[in-house]
Antibody, heavy 117, light 110 residues
Framework: EVQLVESGGGLVQPGGSLRLSCAAS????????MHWVRQAPGKGLVWVSRINRDGSDTKYADSVKGRFTISRDNAKNTLYLQMNSLRAEDTAVYYCARDAGSSCHDWGQGTLVTVSS | QSALTQPASVSGSPGQSITISCTGTSSDVGSYNLVSWYQQHPGKAPKLMIYEVSKRPSGLSNRFSGSKSGNTASLTISGLQAEDEADYYCCSYAGSGTFLFGGGTKLTVL
């Protein structure tokens, strides 16, 4: 059974940093591209970032480009999202997802990031 | 990177069929057969319902189907059931390794 478990969310002040983790199990992590998707409270889903199998290729939404960095450790079966220069509008539940057929095939339960002073 | 356009809400009675549209541009929906659809119940993580425009994940009910014409993709749910009441989101590959979600549609089963 595919399992994705996000962690690392919490309350952070504007301008601060946070690193999210996504622990994967139940599949060969190194064989799949991975995504981060976020959802602000009461709002819709927004694609954030994607990384290829070996971490050599990363893409970002314009809203986070230059501030967020996606990475992975295939030896630890873990996906990361380093978030810097956080803004109030980054407040959201952050989901990691496994890619299949250029879709988010499996999702974690999400971790809440709140940016507030 | 503007979100794909979905109706804010749709409704239907049990047993009926409904269709949710998802309109993009020639740079995303119109250029790639990489549209996916997600169901999200309140407080839950999204669930993949359709990928590559019309393919269903293993084990998913065939009451859910997808299609595309030009810049608009559609999700059809037939034989509507109470448990189908949820938010639905479309997503399309938008080129250069990026993706776009729609704004979401709230489905109400009357």
């Amino acid at each position: 059974e595919v399992q994705l478990v996000e962690s690392g969310g919490g309350l952070v002040q504007p301008g601060g940093s946070l690193r999210l983790s996504c622990a994967a199990s139940g599949f060969t992590f190194s064989s799949y591209w991975m995504h981060w998707v976020r959802q602000a409270p009461g709002k819709g889903l927004v694609w954030v970032s994607r990384i290829n199998r070996d971490g050599s290729d990363t893409k970002y939404a314009d809203s986070v480009k230059g501030r967020f960095t996606i990475s992975r450790d295939n030896a630890k079966n873990t996906l990361y999202l380093q978030m810097n220069s956080l803004r109030a509008e980054d407040t959201a539940v952050y989901y990691c997802a496994r890619d299949a057929g250029s879709s988010c095939h499996d999702w974690g339960q999400g971790t809440l990031v709140t940016v507030s002073s | 990177q503007s979100a794909l356009t979905q109706p804010a809400s749709v409704s239907g009675s049990p047993g009926q069929s409904i269709t949710i549209s998802c309109t993009g541009t020639s740079s995303d929906v119109g250029s790639y057969n990489l549209v996916s659809w997600y169901q999200q119940h309140p407080g839950k993580a999204p669930k993949l319902m359709i990928y590559e425009v019309s393919k269903r994940p293993s084990g998913l009910s065939n009451r859910f189907s997808g299609s595309k014409s030009g810049n608009t993709a559609s999700l059809t749910i037939s034989g509507l059931q109470a448990e189908d009441e949820a938010d639905y989101y479309c997503c399309s590959y938008a080129g250069s390794g990026t993706f776009l979600f729609g704004g979401g549609t709230k489905l109400t089963v009357l």
